[in-house]
């Protein structure tokens, strides 16, 4: 080549040596035990479906990194996309700038997950279940929110508090799915996690607090409310009502243990969430859009619920084969329970314990196939569909290729 074209080429090379290109896709099978099943594990089944192929997500993921002079890092962005034969969404749009002076502090802005929990953050292609757990699906769905979040995190390795992470967030409410902003009112999510460290030569713990303060704006003055003596639904319908800021308030513990050895590691993850949820009679999932019903102001329905999932994952004889445990339960309603739910309630109210196990293996180094069956099983209620246990066992197979 000339010096011309030389100089060209290395320009080019310069500019897009900051770029990172990655993804993956996850084609799965899918049978659940009844037609028309409802599911978590990848959206409900049609009416005349017990079996089916899916595109579970497609990512494709563009980073760009600077550095300051000392190779410490000045700004950080990502666009991330999902294409399914569902269509074609965005899911991370955010930028993160940092400081140099304390090398501590960042700010991110735009779309990104909350900063509540382990389960939350962690992400798709590396969960060994095939999906997050019930509760975490329907109080905060897709995991993310527009807004902005300041975090403490020591970068120096000197730095005696290196192993602590603080993150301060506010947040629009509503969640990706809302098509705007509905009120003024915005939650402030944190969380104050340690990092992974050697608690025991084999023994490396790590956990977080979670707090979520928030809430919406109440356009309707039918707040119903559960009454203590008599285990029902008490409606509230004062004119004040409206313009009050009903709760969304949550409160999680996470923690998680690793114990290394020569073929891989064993490792226990737990998490336990409670909290109070503002939602509509027949669901908890946080509502994405000004509560509606036939053309007029749905009422709204204030419960206090907890829940909590644990893991119990194996190496099995390498880092190539995995077995995975898992244990996890929602109870929407707390100040309710088993045959009391009947008239004036809804599925919403129901318990749901999930009980599942798989197998994962790397049949490359990016390719992974996960063998999964999971039981689902409700309690027992006055209700017509949920008088006994529902069939509604699945199983999953799915192949993940990454790059």
Same mark, same amino acid.
């Given at each position: 080549?000339?010096?011309? %074209?030389?100089?060209?080429?290395?320009?080019?090379?310069?500019?897009?040596?900051?770029?990172?290109?990655?993804?993956?896709?996850?084609?799965?099978?899918? =049978?659940?035990?009844?037609? #028309?099943?409802?599911?978590?594990?990848? &959206?409900?089944?049609?009416?005349?479906?017990?079996?089916?192929?899916?595109?579970?997500?497609?990512?494709?993921?563009?980073?760009?990194?600077?550095?300051?002079?000392?190779?410490? +890092?000045?700004?950080?962005?990502?666009?991330?996309?999902?294409?399914?034969?569902?269509?074609?969404?965005?899911?991370?749009? =955010?930028?993160?700038?940092?400081? *140099?002076?304390?090398?501590?502090?960042?700010?991110?802005?735009?779309?990104?997950?909350?900063?509540?929990?382990?389960?939350?953050?962690?992400?798709? +292609?590396?969960?060994?279940?095939?999906?997050?757990?019930?509760?975490?699906?329907?109080?905060? /769905?897709?995991?993310?929110?527009?807004?902005?979040?300041?975090?403490?995190?020591?970068?120096?390795? $000197?730095?005696?508090?290196?192993?602590?992470?603080?993150?301060? !967030?506010?947040?629009?409410?509503? &969640?990706?799915?809302?098509?705007?902003?509905?009120?003024? @009112?915005?939650?402030?999510?944190?969380?104050?996690?340690?990092? @992974?460290?050697?608690?025991?030569? /084999?023994?490396?713990?790590?956990?977080?607090?979670?707090?979520?303060? &928030?809430?919406?704006?109440?356009?309707?003055?039918?707040?119903?409310?559960?009454?203590?003596? $008599?285990?029902?639904?008490?409606?509230?319908?004062?004119?004040?009502?409206? #313009?009050?800021?009903?709760?969304?308030?949550?409160?999680?513990?996470?923690?998680?243990?690793?114990? +290394?050895?020569?073929?891989?590691?064993?490792?226990?993850? !737990?998490?336990?969430?409670?909290?109070?949820?503002?939602?509509?009679?027949? %669901?908890?999932?946080?509502?994405?859009?000004?509560?509606?019903?036939?053309?007029?102001?749905?009422?709204?329905?204030?419960?206090?619920?907890?829940? !909590?999932?644990?893991?119990?994952?194996?190496?099995?004889?390498?880092?190539? @084969?995995?077995?995975?445990?898992?244990?996890? =339960?929602?109870?929407?309603?707390?100040?309710?329970?088993?045959?009391?739910?009947?008239? &004036?309630?809804?599925?919403?109210?129901?318990?749901?314990?999930?009980?599942?196990?798989?197998?994962? $293996?790397?049949?490359?180094? *990016?390719?992974?196939?996960?063998? =999964?069956?999971?039981?689902?099983?409700?309690?027992?209620?006055?209700?017509?569909?949920?008088?006994?246990?529902?069939?509604?066992?699945?199983?999953?197979?799915?192949?993940?290729?990454?790059?």
């Amino acid at each position: 080549m000339d010096t011309t %074209t030389a100089r060209k080429l290395f320009a080019t090379l310069k500019k897009y040596e900051f770029v990172g290109i990655s993804g993956y896709i996850q084609p799965q099978f899918q =049978w659940i035990q009844t037609k #028309g099943a409802k599911n978590f594990n990848g &959206g409900d089944f049609q009416p005349n479906a017990s079996n089916r192929f899916m595109l579970r997500r497609g990512r494709i993921r563009f980073d760009y990194a600077r550095y300051f002079e000392n190779n410490m +890092p000045k700004l950080y962005f990502i666009f991330q996309f999902d294409g399914t034969e569902r269509g074609i969404f965005i899911r991370d749009f =955010w930028g993160r700038i940092y400081e *140099n002076k304390f090398k501590s502090f960042y700010l991110t802005t735009g779309m990104f997950a909350r900063p509540f929990g382990f389960e939350l953050g962690y992400g798709s +292609p590396d969960r060994e279940s095939p999906e997050r757990g019930r509760m975490s699906q329907i109080l905060m /769905k897709v995991e993310r929110d527009f807004g902005f979040m300041g975090s403490y995190e020591p970068r120096a390795k $000197t730095n005696f508090l290196k192993y602590i992470k603080f993150d301060l !967030a506010v947040f629009n409410g509503q &969640g990706v799915n809302a098509v705007a902003d509905f009120d003024n @009112h915005k939650d402030v999510v944190s969380r104050l996690s340690v990092k @992974h460290f050697n608690l025991a030569p /084999k023994l490396i713990v790590s956990g977080s607090v979670s707090g979520f303060v &928030g809430g919406m704006e109440q356009f309707t003055n039918k707040i119903y409310r559960m009454n203590e003596s $008599t285990r029902q639904f008490l409606v509230d319908s004062s004119a004040s009502n409206v #313009g009050r800021i009903a709760p969304r308030n949550y409160y999680g513990a996470d923690i998680q243990i690793r114990i +290394p050895n020569r073929v891989g590691e064993t490792e226990f993850r !737990a998490e336990y969430i409670r909290g109070t949820q503002t939602a509509l009679q027949g %669901t908890t999932e946080t509502p994405a859009v000004i509560p509606m019903e036939n053309g007029k102001l749905a009422p709204l329905y204030i419960r206090h619920f907890d829940g !909590a999932y644990f893991y119990y994952l194996q190496h099995l004889g390498s880092r190539k @084969h995995q077995l995975i445990l898992k244990y996890d =339960w929602y109870d929407p309603n707390k100040k309710v329970k088993g045959t009391q739910i009947g008239q &004036g309630f809804s599925a919403a109210d129901v318990r749901f314990n999930t009980f599942g196990f798989g197998y994962l $293996t790397y049949i490359y180094d *990016n390719v992974r196939l996960m063998l =999964w069956y999971e039981m689902p099983q409700n309690e027992q209620t006055a209700l017509t569909d949920y008088t006994k246990d529902l069939k509604d066992n699945n199983f999953t197979c799915r192949v993940q290729y990454r790059f």
